[in-house]
């Protein structure tokens, strides 16, 4: 079972990794446009 759980850690992490990637891409997009949403 531990061994089990530590295959899908294992199958997760790059998983994760290109999730905090794209959620770095993404912060600046997101206040580009708050920011373009008040200047109208």
Do not use: S
């Amino acid at each position: 079972m531990i061994g089990r759980q530590m295959d899908i850690r294992v199958k997760l992490n790059p998983i994760d990794q290109r999730l905090a990637t794209l959620k770095k891409h993404i912060e600046p997009t997101v206040l580009y446009m708050k920011y373009k949403g008040k200047r109208r």
